[in-house]
């Protein structure tokens, strides 16, 4: 009889249904992927002069006759959040001489366009970074040496006086449209710029503004 | 005749594969990704081609609605023995208010209460004048203040830092809690990696402008502007 009994020993299923918890899963993941960001903000570095007195360096440096200024211009829509139509112009030198007037540009990768432009004209330090573009392609220079050395040509040229390179202001108008701020201050890092800046119009500025355009500034 | 057997398979789904897939996916998102910051208005910030990340620690960040309202949030140190996001709202918020109180007189005293309220807000952005209301009010009801009739009054008076403004008193209390904790705080805000503006692609130039102009009379040069990651060009 007891031997019977063994034999007949209920043997426990083990395995456990796991479709319960794979439904829990499965709503911790939705949780997680509607309420967290993977994307961290990239950020663009900018720093402004000081409002203290302007010195005399300073002032010799936009007197320089390399100097492009950029306006950025855009309308505004009724409500005052959106800006669009964006508009660009720039003028060489320092906008005083006679036949000074602005010239349209767009933005974009063309010879013609604003890329194009600010290279051919930073020709120089382009060629230098360039070489060292090569070397950091090929593994010879880390990526810290590459951003080092990109940085020291720059404070070179900058010190140069001689050198051949774009003096850049950029000066948008109360109505421009920020992304395009951005956009600009992009162009100078990707293009290499030296030294920008970014100013607000003076009335230079809005006469050649008012001459191109046809209304004074501001105004519809 | 033979009978057709018909085969009589189990409709269990092993389950256990499944399962394992999903808590690796888990652990993933868990493990990689933030929680989204609660901000009183989204805004798609502009497109560039810079790589570099916005700091997660030692931050003052400054969001412009597209209406030109402005908020602020602040972040302390990783390392909370040098300055923990609650001290540092708290010390904030202190020295703000009891600034705006000297010149004006008859503000009702902030509170312990309000004041641990006040360390545990990331966005916040109300007049002074409603900050202890605010403050007292339920989640609910601030998230909607914070909406309709919120914003840090930001105009400028003066542009020399004789008569500051809310937003200037604000930028002034960061600065001194800031300096206050060691040398190497000040510096990083100095230095550049201590504000970050937030604005919406689409606001118009002049929004910005007259945050920066803000910075700029608090002699806080450098900051940084947040940017989305636009698809890669050659480096």
Not at chain 1, 110 to 127: C, M, P, S, Y
Not at chain 2, 96 to 109: I, L, N, Q, R
Not at chain 2, 144 to 171: A, H, Y
Request: proline content about 3%.
């Amino acid at each position: 009889m007891a031997k019977k009994d063994k034999s007949r020993q209920k043997k426990f299923d083990t395995r456990i249904d796991f479709t319960p918890m794979v439904d829990m899963n499965m709503l911790l993941i939705t949780f997680f992927m509607l309420c967290t960001t993977m994307l961290k903000s990239q950020t663009l570095d900018l720093a402004l002069p000081t409002n203290d007195k302007v010195d005399k360096e300073e002032e010799t440096k936009i007197q320089e006759s390399n100097a492009i200024t950029f306006i950025l211009d855009a309308t505004v829509d009724k409500t005052g959040q959106k800006a669009s139509n964006s508009k660009l112009y720039y003028y060489t030198g320092q906008g005083n001489e006679e036949g000074a007037a602005l010239t349209d540009i767009t933005f974009g990768n063309g010879k013609d366009q604003i890329r194009g432009f600010l290279q051919e004209r930073n020709k120089d330090l382009l060629k230098e970074v360039n070489k060292l573009k090569e070397r950091w392609k090929k593994g010879e220079i880390a990526d810290t040496t590459y951003n080092n050395e990109v940085k020291k040509a720059q404070a070179r040229q900058a010190q140069d006086l001689t050198a051949k390179r774009p003096i850049v202001i950029i000066k948008p108008t109360a109505n421009a449209c920020y992304a395009d701020v951005v956009r600009m201050l992009d162009e100078m890092q990707i293009s290499k710029v030296s030294t920008f800046m970014l100013q607000p119009l003076n009335k230079q500025d809005s006469t050649l503004y008012e001459q191109k355009v046809g209304h004074a500034l501001g105004a519809k | 005749m033979g009978k057709v057997k018909i085969k009589k398979s189990s409709t269990v789904i092993d389950m256990t594969a499944m399962s394992d897939v999903t808590v690796l996916l888990l652990t993933f998102f868990m493990l990689t990704s933030t929680f989204l910051q609660k901000e009183p208005v989204q805004v798609i910030t502009p497109p560039a081609t810079s790589e570099n990340k916005v700091p997660d620690e030692k931050l003052v960040q400054v969001l412009v609605a597209p209406d030109g309202k402005v908020y602020m949030n602040l972040t302390g140190a990783k390392d909370s023995t040098q300055l923990s996001t609650e001290t540092f709202r708290t010390e904030v918020l202190q020295f703000a208010y009891d600034k705006y109180c000297e010149t004006h007189p008859g503000m009702p005293k902030l509170t312990a209460s309000q004041a641990k309220e006040f360390s545990k807000i990331g966005t916040f952005g109300v007049p002074m004048k409603d900050l202890t209301k605010w403050l007292d009010m339920t989640l609910e009801k601030r998230d909607e203040f914070l909406k309709e009739k919120g914003g840090i009054p930001i105009e400028l008076s003066v542009k020399d830092g004789t008569t500051r403004n809310e937003f200037q008193t604000w930028l002034l209390a960061v600065k001194h809690v800031m300096g206050g904790h060691g040398e190497d705080l000040g510096r990083h805000l100095i230095g550049g990696q201590g504000v970050a503006i937030k604005a919406g692609q689409d606001a118009p130039f002049s929004h910005v402008q007259m945050v920066m102009d803000n910075l700029q009379t608090e002699k806080l040069n450098k900051f940084v502007l947040m940017t989305s990651l636009k698809a890669e060009e050659e480096k």
